[in-house]
């Protein structure tokens, strides 16, 4: 894995009035790895996601994709990222190829290249045989794929992917990540928010703690395991221990409802 820096996040953040979203945070990805923001919702890993796609601006402090700067050259960032949203992202009135070849205009795929491209999206996510099918006939699973599918039309450099397994079942989780370590394998670099501590442990090289608003923590895995000197640390073990606090207590009533309808939009 090469050890340059892909995103470089510096001192970074974001306040909505008075209520601090984003706390001073800072840290870099490197080209090629797969980091998770691992934390609650309210933590400040959509907020910071938002920022580092040019969505949002900050407050204070600097982030730098591939380079470039988010606030001074956000077209120079958008050509460099790809974005998988939570909120599902597709046209169902769509079909599959009609999805990918309206994103591979608006991502400025060459023209001569747009019915290529789609084709080889398409073959890399297994969906070919699906393509002349209405995209509100899929399955939640194949729905996520087309998403990550119109996010990788241009090549991206970083993929980023907020909560990108948020209502699937275990076979379709297991079917995404598949690609998803493909597309790493490529040198893609992943960014991936999750409140899901089986999942970040299961694909992150390393991941950062978030809690409100800061980063309590940071590193690989095996390294903040040991940190808490506790045998066979679990990742609740050590979300607790950089926290104080159950990353699965610190729902509410609405964060449920939200997953629960995010859910049941992806089948």
């Not at 001074?72 to 009135?93: C, F, H, L, T, W």
């Not at 398409?122 to 070919?128: E, G, M, Q, V, Y």
């Not at 090549?155 to 990540?177: I, M, Q, S, Y």
């Amino acid at each position: 894995m090469s050890e340059k820096n892909v995103i470089s996040v510096v001192n970074l953040t974001k306040r909505f009035g008075k209520f601090t979203a984003v706390d001073n945070i800072s840290f870099d990805v490197k080209k090629g790895e797969i980091f998770a923001f691992l934390g609650p919702n309210g933590a400040g890993k959509t907020t910071t996601i938002r920022i580092l796609i040019t969505l949002l601006d900050p407050t204070e402090g600097q982030a730098f994709i591939n380079g470039q700067n988010v606030i001074k050259e956000p077209a120079n960032v958008r050509k460099a990222i790809g974005y998988v949203p939570q909120m599902i992202s597709i046209d169902g009135s769509l079909t599959a190829y009609e999805n990918l070849m309206l994103m591979a205009s608006l991502y400025d795929v060459p023209r001569n290249r747009r019915k290529d491209r789609v084709s080889e999206v398409l073959d890399f996510l297994k969906l070919s045989q699906f393509s002349a099918k209405l995209a509100k006939n899929f399955s939640g699973g194949m729905i996520r794929k087309l998403e990550i599918g119109q996010a990788m039309l241009h090549c991206p450099e970083v993929l980023f992917l907020d909560e990108p397994t948020v209502g699937l079942d275990p076979v379709a989780k297991n079917n995404v990540w598949e690609h998803l370590l493909e597309l790493r394998s490529q040198g893609t670099t992943i960014f991936f928010s999750t409140h899901n501590m089986e999942e970040a442990e299961a694909v992150a090289d390393r991941v950062a703690i978030m809690n409100s608003g800061k980063i309590s923590a940071m590193g690989q895995l095996s390294e903040l395991k040991e940190k808490t000197e506790k045998k066979n640390a679990s990742m609740e073990d050590v979300f607790v221990f950089f926290t104080g606090n159950s990353l699965h207590q610190m729902g509410d009533f609405q964060e449920i409802k939200r997953v629960r309808q995010a859910a049941q939009r992806l089948g």
